[in-house]
């Protein structure tokens, strides 16, 4: 008998495979980054099939198969307005940076803290200040994993919130931090 393991998670991304079914990954609360297949979910008649979108915050259940985890159910908690294009790209963008720093299936509980503090919090950010939003969410990921060297200013980014203040400090320094993010983005090979 396989053991049903229970968590939230965030819908990072999925790949088709064959006629039916999709391999996704989803970062866990308790599990960490897991890359999962869900059977039959390209189906007109799959439950699933809207559930497991990208960017999308859910209850899921898995179970380990003898190579990798099968989704057996699925419930969403929470999506944004597909129609809101600009926010959904900059959370899409975030996500796709977790997914490039997160390696193999441990969990990381401040991480995912973070993470959903960022999901909560991005439906309010104005759509002006949302590349700055991205940036400090940019830099907070790059830190926690590791990535980021603080130099002076950066503990006031690192420690901080996201609100006006934050934003107009971010929008003054945006040129030389956008190239530090790339910078620690090159220096790490991933």
Request: charged share 20%.
């Amino acid at each position: 008998m396989h053991h049903i393991h229970h968590t939230h998670a965030f819908v990072i991304s999925h790949k088709d495979l064959g006629e039916a079914n999709r391999l996704y990954t989803i970062f866990t609360k308790e599990l960490g980054m897991v890359t999962a297949t869900a059977q039959g979910v390209r189906k007109m008649s799959s439950k699933l099939r809207f559930t497991l979108q990208s960017g999308t915050y859910i209850k899921v259940d898995f179970v380990r198969g003898k190579e990798m985890w099968r989704i057996t159910s699925a419930s969403p908690l929470e999506s944004f307005d597909s129609r809101d294009t600009a926010r959904n790209i900059v959370w899409l963008r975030i996500l796709g940076l977790l997914a490039r720093l997160t390696q193999g299936e441990e969990s990381h509980p401040q991480v995912f803290s973070h993470v959903f503090t960022v999901f909560e919090t991005i439906k309010n950010v104005p759509e002006e200040e949302l590349a700055n939003f991205e940036i400090i969410c940019f830099i907070k990921l790059l830190f926690s994993f590791g990535y980021w060297e603080i130099i002076e200013g950066d503990e006031s980014i690192v420690a901080g919130s996201y609100n006006k203040e934050m934003f107009d400090f971010i929008s003054g320094r945006r040129t030389v931090l956008v190239s530090r993010i790339n910078n620690s983005l090159s220096a790490s090979q991933l």
